[in-house]
């Protein structure tokens, strides 16, 4: 996943990239037509200078007037390169040496202007801008080329290239580094925040306390949000575990008066209604332990064991006199499961033990690589293992296996063990006894 700092460095790159490349492209465009234009105008005034410096003898014969050109179009490839045809006329510079010159023929008041590749010079090729033109003069129809050597200016302007995306690419990273900075310092203000998330999440306090004002004016609107479906919660959770224990408690009175009225009935009767009412009691009883195991209810609070496990041990110890509970846990572990759905887990698989085992009950937690195993071991009548199977089978309803008695009430526990992904195992022990072994993947 990537976080809001990438995504924000990614934009806005994204953004100059966007911004910046047309622009560079166009100031290198411009550089290099006002370039191009600048040296044909030249080019162009050569051409007139050449056809001023032209001439004709007695003879018919044309010639050029150098003193009137200066010593560039005398110095072998000196850049600078000229040629003037027309019928059986052939006249050209004399720098170009023996290099020929392009045989072009245009018709008068014509002109072209291109670049082509000139002398190899061995150390590097020449890069001619050409222009050329067509004249007539004492009718006779020239055309007249003229050409300069413009790789020393592609080479500078390549270097500029170079020295301009540098010195882009050196802003841009002084610029990401900058808001880098930036972000860390806004992303700092949203510290405390994850701090009381943190202690929120460990337990240490029941709010995000949002109404102070302290957090950042973006994050406000989630913060206070977070309260409100947290105290919701906090009060629905509350609800319903007062409301289920209170249900529990007062049919405890009209059970009794019905187990009344069952001894008015026929000794059939009798018993038939005294099994649906003993099915009663054990529900109720159930859930009235169930809610005293739990306790208060704190929705999204880790498990620290050392805190949690002792309480609830005590508890099963005042409700079971006639059971010895011995337990082996990490000190000072905190399981990152809710607390109420551990305490609910591990009190409903101590409260089966006791109930159906005799004498020593044994809770070991330990901390796996790839999650957490929970296994609580009795010394009592133990399960078939037929049955075992059958309890284990999705959709059965393990606390409701007959009066028997050989239900375990696992159902609520299994429950909680599949929320979270996890599994659990009936293995009968040797000679007697049950272990439940509870394995809960890392969150």
Same mark, same amino acid.
């Given at each position: ?12 790159? %994204?953004?100059?990239? *966007? ?56 110095? +072998? ?12 006329? /052939? ?8 290099? #020929?010159? #392009? ?8 002109? =072209? ?32 080329? +003229? ?26 990273? *002084?610029?990401? !580094? %900058?808001?880098?900075?930036? !972000? ?20 240490? =306090? ?5 109404? *102070? ?5 973006? &994050? ?8 409100? !479906? ?34 008015? %009935? ?12 003993? =099915? ?13 195991? *739990? ?34 846990? #990490?000190?000072?572990? &905190?399981?990152?499961? /809710?607390?109420?759905?551990? !305490? ?9 033990? $006791? ?30 293992? $037929? ?46 006894? %049950?272990? +439940?072994?509870?394995?809960? #993947?890392?969150?």
């Amino acid at each position: 996943m990537i976080s809001v700092q990438q995504q924000l460095h990614r934009q806005w790159l %994204l953004t100059l990239l *966007v911004i910046l490349l047309p622009l560079l492209l166009l100031a290198d465009f411009g550089v290099r037509e006002m370039t191009s234009h600048y040296i044909l105008d030249r080019l162009d005034h050569d051409a007139e200078s050449l056809i001023s410096a032209m001439n004709e003898d007695d003879q018919g014969v044309w010639h050029i007037d150098y003193d009137r050109l200066g010593s560039l179009y005398k110095r +072998v490839y000196s850049g600078h390169y000229f040629a003037i045809h027309a019928d059986g006329i /052939d006249l050209h510079s004399r720098s170009l040496w023996d290099h #020929p010159a #392009p045989d072009i023929h245009l018709g008068e008041g014509e002109a =072209r202007h291109w670049q082509q590749p000139g002398v190899d010079r061995g150390d590097h090729q020449e890069a001619w801008l050409s222009y050329a033109q067509g004249i007539r003069i004492n009718d006779h129809t020239f055309t007249v080329w +003229v050409a300069e050597d413009i790789s020393p200016l592609k080479s500078l302007l390549q270097q500029y290239r170079i020295i301009a995306l540098a010195l882009l690419s050196g802003a841009m990273l *002084v610029l990401l !580094l %900058l808001q880098r900075r930036q !972000l860390r310092s806004a992303f700092s203000r949203l510290q405390p925040l994850q701090q009381q998330l943190r202690e929120l999440r460990f337990g240490e =306090r029941n709010s995000l306390n949002s109404g *102070v004002g302290d957090l950042p004016q973006e &994050v406000q609107p989630l913060a206070e949000e977070i309260d409100r !479906l947290l105290i919701l919660l906090q009060e629905r959770v509350s609800r319903s575990r007062n409301a289920l224990g209170n249900l529990a408690h007062e049919m405890k009175r009209p059970l009794q008066q019905l187990q009344l009225m069952a001894e008015q %009935l026929s000794p059939q009767q009798q018993q038939q209604q005294r099994d649906i009412l003993q =099915r009663l009691q054990t529900l109720i009883q159930r859930e009235l332990k169930r809610a005293r195991i *739990v306790g208060l209810s704190s929705p999204g609070r880790q498990t620290r064991l050392d805190e949690e496990l002792p309480p609830l041990i005590q508890i099963l110890r005042q409700l079971y006199p006639q059971a010895q509970i011995y337990s082996d846990y #990490p000190p000072g572990e &905190v399981m990152p499961q /809710d607390r109420d759905d551990m !305490l609910e887990l591990l009190g409903n698989l101590l409260d089966n033990a $006791c109930k159906y085992a005799a004498g020593d009950i044994h809770l070991s937690i330990a901390h796996k690589d790839n999650g957490w195993q929970l296994a609580v071991s009795d010394n009592g009548p133990g399960i078939d293992e $037929c049955q075992q199977k059958r309890l284990l089978q999705r959709g059965e309803r393990l606390d409701e296996q007959g009066a028997d008695g050989s239900g375990l009430g696992l159902a609520i526990a299994q429950d909680i063990v599949k929320s979270y992904g996890g599994e659990m195992q009936l293995n009968n022990r040797e000679p007697r006894g %049950l272990r +439940v072994t509870v394995f809960l #993947p890392q969150l």
